[in-house]
C-alpha cells in the first residue's frame, strides 16, 4: 500500500512538473512576440526603418478600426472565411472517400495513383483562367481553387495512412475470416486517425493558399482582395492589416484542429 502511495506522488510531480513547463512555454512565446511587436514599433517611431514599407502595429490597428467604421471589415473576413471553410470541408470529405475508394480497389489505386502525384506537383495558379472560364468570376471560382490544392493532398495523406496499416494485423483479421468491409471498419481507419489529423493540420494551410490565391486571381472583396487593392495603390497599411488578419483566422482554424485531435485522443 505504502509502494502505491508513493507511486502515486510520483506522478502527481511528474503532472505538476508538466502543467509548469507548458505555462513557462506560452508564456515565453507571448513575451517574444510582445518583444517583436515591441521593437517593430519602435523602429517605425524612430524611423529604424521606413514605416510606409513596413508599416507597423499602431498603423496595422487603426487600419483594421477604419475598416470597422466604414463597416466593410466584416463583409472582407467573412467572404474569405466561408469561401475557405467550403473549400477545406469540400476537400476533406472528398479526399477521405476518393482514398478509402483506391484503397478498396488495389487495380484502379496502381492506375490512378501516378496521376495524382502529377496533379499534386501541377502549379494550381497555371489554372487560373481555366477555372475562371469553367466557374465564372464568382465565389464558386475560388472555392473550387481551395478544393483543387487541398483535394490531391487530402487523398495523398489519407492513402498513405490506410496503406501503412500494420500487414500482421492484416493477416490477422483476414485469417479469422473477416470481410473486407469488416477489415476497413475495424482496423485500417482507427488506425488511420494520425494521418488524417495531419492532412486536417496540412489542408488547413493549403486551404487558406487557395482562398487567397483564388482570390487573386478574380474576387470583388476577401481578404485577398484587400492585398491586392492595397499592393496596386500602394497602402501597404492595408496590405499588412489584410496579411495580420489571415494570421489570426489560420491560426484560429488550426487551433480548433489541434482541440479537435485532443478530444479525439481522449476518446479514444
Not at 99 to 124: G, Q, T
Not at 144 to 169: D, P, R
Not at 184 to 202: A, D, E, G, Q, R
Amino acid at each position: 500500500m505504502k509502494k502505491n502511495t508513493e507511486i502515486s506522488r510520483e506522478h502527481l510531480l511528474y503532472l505538476r512538473g508538466a502543467r509548469n513547463k507548458s505555462i513557462i512555454v506560452n508564456v515565453i512565446r507571448c513575451a517574444v512576440l510582445v518583444l517583436f511587436l515591441t521593437f517593430w514599433e519602435l523602429s517605425a517611431q524612430l524611423l529604424w526603418v521606413n514605416p510606409f514599407i513596413t508599416s507597423s502595429p499602431s498603423r496595422i490597428a487603426k487600419t483594421i478600426a477604419d475598416l470597422y467604421k466604414n463597416g466593410s471589415l466584416f463583409l472582407h473576413v467573412g467572404t474569405t472565411l466561408w469561401e475557405t471553410l467550403a473549400g477545406f470541408a469540400i476537400a476533406v470529405v472528398l479526399g477521405y472517400s476518393i482514398a478509402l475508394l483506391l484503397w478498396w480497389s488495389d487495380a484502379l489505386r496502381r492506375i490512378s495513383e501516378p496521376y495524382f502525384v502529377v496533379l499534386n506537383a501541377l502549379p494550381k495558379i497555371a489554372l487560373g483562367p481555366l477555372i475562371i472560364i469553367w466557374c465564372g468570376t464568382g465565389s464558386e471560382a475560388i472555392v473550387f481553387m481551395t478544393v483543387l490544392i487541398g483535394l490531391i493532398v487530402a487523398i495523398l495523406n489519407m492513402l498513405n495512412g490506410f496503406m501503412a496499416t500494420e500487414k500482421s494485423k492484416l493477416l490477422l483479421m483476414q485469417s479469422m475470416g473477416a470481410s473486407k468491409l469488416q477489415v476497413l471498419t475495424k482496423l485500417v481507419i482507427p488506425s488511420s486517425l494520425p494521418n488524417f489529423i495531419s492532412m486536417l493540420k496540412i489542408n488547413v494551410g493549403m486551404a487558406w493558399i487557395g482562398s487567397i490565391m483564388g482570390e487573386y486571381i478574380v474576387s470583388k472583396a476577401g481578404i485577398g482582395y484587400l492585398i491586392v487593392y492595397g499592393g496596386q495603390v500602394f497602402k501597404l497599411d492595408l496590405v499588412m492589416s489584410a496579411v495580420f488578419i489571415l494570421c489570426v483566422l489560420a491560426a484560429g482554424m488550426y487551433a480548433l484542429v489541434a482541440l479537435a485531435e485532443r478530444l479525439l485522443i481522449k476518446n479514444k
